[in-house]
């Protein structure tokens, strides 16, 4: 894969302990695949889980039964453990699970062809964050969006508020 990243969006998450973070109007036929950067989300009480759903043109978050991921997570205290769907309503923990302060969770997600509306739009990521007793995990995630559709956004969310102030999502076009 290419390496040459050209910036394209960054947004700040400026809401104190915020549920979902969206990146908008991000990606365009000018690049086949992105690169997006995910830093900074914690909790400070329990690990939570992160996951994520796609923006369609209209500006709507895709709820629907139209995503299909696989993840392995790697576990430093325990065995491994993964997970797969066939007709999910997001992808699952992609960027591994939101982390206990002071750590932060971090990650990387490519998507392939989001603004092809005649391609469905495939995700490969990775993350790594520490559990609620301070032990390692790391993940590895495959996703695909079984809808051939403009993809524009990306929204990261949890079930709980745990995205602090200064979190940040980074979209890089790859050339």
């Not at 990521?125 to 301070?134: F, I, K, V, Y």
Request: aromatic fraction near 12%; glycine fraction near 6%.
């Amino acid at each position: 894969m290419a390496t040459n990243l050209q910036f394209v969006k960054e947004t700040i998450n400026d809401t104190y302990r915020a549920t979902t973070i969206s990146v908008t109007d991000c990606f365009t036929t000018n690049y086949k695949v992105y690169a997006i950067i995910v830093n900074g989300y914690t909790y400070n009480s329990t690990a939570y889980q992160v996951d994520v759903r796609l923006i369609d043109n209209s500006g709507s978050v895709i709820s629907g039964s139209e995503y299909e991921y696989a993840w392995l997570q790697l576990r430093s205290n325990a065995t491994y453990n993964e997970n797969k769907s066939t007709s999910a309503t997001n992808w699952d923990r992609p960027f591994c699970t939101a982390d206990l302060l002071p750590e932060s969770n971090q990650g990387i997600m490519y998507l392939f062809n989001p603004a092809d509306s005649s391609s469905y739009t495939l995700a490969t990521s990775q993350g790594a964050s520490m559990n609620g007793s301070g032990d390692l995990r790391g993940s590895k995630f495959i996703g695909v969006h079984k809808s051939a559709e403009e993809i524009t956004g990306i929204q990261i969310y949890a079930s709980a508020n745990i995205f602090e102030v200064g979190t940040s999502i980074k979209v890089y076009g790859v050339k």
